[in-house]
């Protein structure tokens, strides 16, 4: 199990929080528990951090909802459940602490934005 992490706290208190891009429409939504630590879930928590369009299409997400290949092929039997989705495809994310994590969505929420040429 991985150490005490201060910028848990943080992330935990963005629970339930959804901030809009004014007047674009779009939207971050923030989505995070504490959970007893498991193997799947050494940090502790579950979360979900995400970018919807104004139509409520999720374009960037962060997560560790569900479990997600490595790799595909016979060799891509590894399962991660932290992952990231971006513009419709979905990746494993190696999860290191919260702090990482918020600086991660943040950078990918706003690439995409800049992207699809929303002002911000």
């Known amino acids: 199990?991985?150490?005490?992490?201060?910028?848990?706290?943080v992330l935990l208190d963005l629970d339930g929080q959804e901030?809009?891009?004014?007047?674009?429409?779009?939207?971050?939504?923030?989505?995070?528990?504490?959970?007893?630590?498991?193997?799947?879930?050494?940090?502790g928590m579950s979360y979900s951090l995400t970018l919807h369009a104004p139509d409520g299409a999720r374009l960037v997400g962060f997560g560790n909802a569900h479990n997600v290949r490595a790799s595909r092929g016979p060799g891509g039997t590894r399962k991660e459940l932290d992952h990231r989705h971006r513009l419709g495809t979905m990746r494993p994310y190696r999860y290191s602490d919260a702090l990482q994590l918020l600086e991660d969505f943040w950078r990918?929420?706003?690439?995409?934005l800049d992207e699809l040429g929303v002002e911000r």
């Not at 199990?1 to 706290?9: K, V």
């Not at 901030?19 to 050494?42: D, Q, W």
């Not at 990918?108 to 995409?112: R, S, T």
């Open 108 to 112: 990918e929420v706003y690439a995409v």
């Open 1 to 9: 199990m991985p150490g005490h992490d201060p910028s848990l706290e």
């Open 19 to 43: 901030f809009t891009f004014e007047p674009t429409g779009y939207s971050v939504k923030f989505k995070v528990k504490k959970v007893p630590p498991t193997s799947e879930r050494p940090n």
